[in-house]
C-alpha cells in the first residue's frame, strides 16, 4: 500500500541569516531533486530501448502482415462493392470512403469565400480581449462581468551555481 506523504511544516524565519540559509537548502534539495529526475530520465530511457529492441520484430511482423493483408484486399476491391465489410472467423476487413479537404492557403480560402459571399463557411471564433479589459477601470469591467485582479507574486530562487561550487563541509551548514 502507497503511504501518505505528510507536508513538512513550515518553520517562522526570524533573520535575514535564516532566510538565506533556508535558500542554500533549498538550492541543495533542488540539486538533490535534479539529480533524481537525471536518474529517472536515464532509466526511461533503458525502459524504452529496450521495449523497443523487444518489440522491433514483433512491430516489424504485424507491419509486414497488415501490408500483405491490405494488399490482397485492395487486389479483390470488386468484392467490396455490396457488402463494404467482409466478416472473417479472425476479424473484419472494410472499405471505406472518406472525403476530406486540405486548405492550401488559410488566408487565400478566407479572402475568397468572403468575396464569394460564403461567410457561412467561415468559423469566427469569439473571445474576450483581455489586452483592451485591462486599460477598463472597475465600473466598466463590472459591466460586461469582469473584474481586475492584482497579485503581488513573489520569486524565490536560490543560486544553485554558487551552491554546488561549495566545498562539502561549507553545504552542511
Known amino acids: 500500500m502507497k503511504q501518505k506523504q505528510t507536508k513538512p511544516t513550515a518553520t517562522e524565519l526570524k533573520s535575514w541569516d535564516e532566510v538565506n540559509s533556508s535558500l542554500k537548502r533549498l538550492g541543495e534539495l533542488t540539486c538533490q531533486k535534479r539529480d533524481l529526475e537525471n536518474k529517472m530520465t536515464e532509466l526511461v530511457s533503458e525502459i524504452t530501448a529496450k521495449f523497443n529492441t523487444d518489440a522491433a520484430p514483433l512491430l516489424s511482423e504485424m507491419e509486414a502482415l497488415e501490408s500483405s493483408i491490405a494488399g490482397y484486399a485492395t487486389a479483390h476491391k470488386d ?52 489586452d483592451m479589459l485591462k486599460t477598463l477601470d472597475d465600473i466598466n469591467l463590472a459591466k460586461v462581468a469582469c473584474e481586475k485582479k492584482v497579485v503581488d507574486n513573489i520569486t524565490i530562487v536560490p543560486k544553485i551555481e554558487v551552491i554546488t561550487a561549495m566545498p562539502s563541509a561549507e553545504k552542511g551548514d
Open 79 to 130: 468484392e467490396f462493392t455490396k457488402e463494404r465489410t467482409k466478416e472473417l472467423p479472425h476479424g473484419t476487413i472494410s472499405f471505406r470512403v472518406s472525403t476530406s479537404v486540405k486548405v492550401i492557403s488559410k488566408a487565400i480560402c478566407i479572402k475568397a469565400l468572403k468575396a464569394l459571399g460564403m461567410q457561412d463557411f467561415i468559423n469566427v471564433k469569439e473571445e474576450p480581449n483581455k
